[in-house]
């Protein structure tokens, strides 16, 4: 066994999600696509429909986090 209860053998992403030391900005992606797929798969039954509305929404969605993070970077740069 290793430190945090890591097995021999463990991918590194894994290891180091168990040891809690990844940013929360990390899990932004993931959960925009989930978000995107959950809610298209809601509205659309022909999977061809939802994977191309599931991947707009999930451009949408990372577009307004990175405006978002813009601006918000721009007003504290000088903090």
């Given at each position: ?35 995107s797929l959950v ?5 659309y039954e022909l ?15 990372v577009g307004f ?15």
């Amino acid at each position: 066994m290793r430190p945090w209860g890591i097995v021999e053998g463990m991918s590194s992403m894994f290891a180091l999600l168990a040891a809690g030391e990844l940013h929360v900005s990390f899990y932004l992606l993931p959960l925009a696509a989930v978000i995107s797929l959950v809610y298209s798969a809601s509205r659309y039954e022909l999977p061809d429909k939802i994977l191309s509305r599931a991947f707009k929404l999930f451009l949408q969605i990372v577009g307004f986090m990175a405006a978002v993070f813009a601006v918000l970077w721009f007003f504290s740069f000088g903090l």
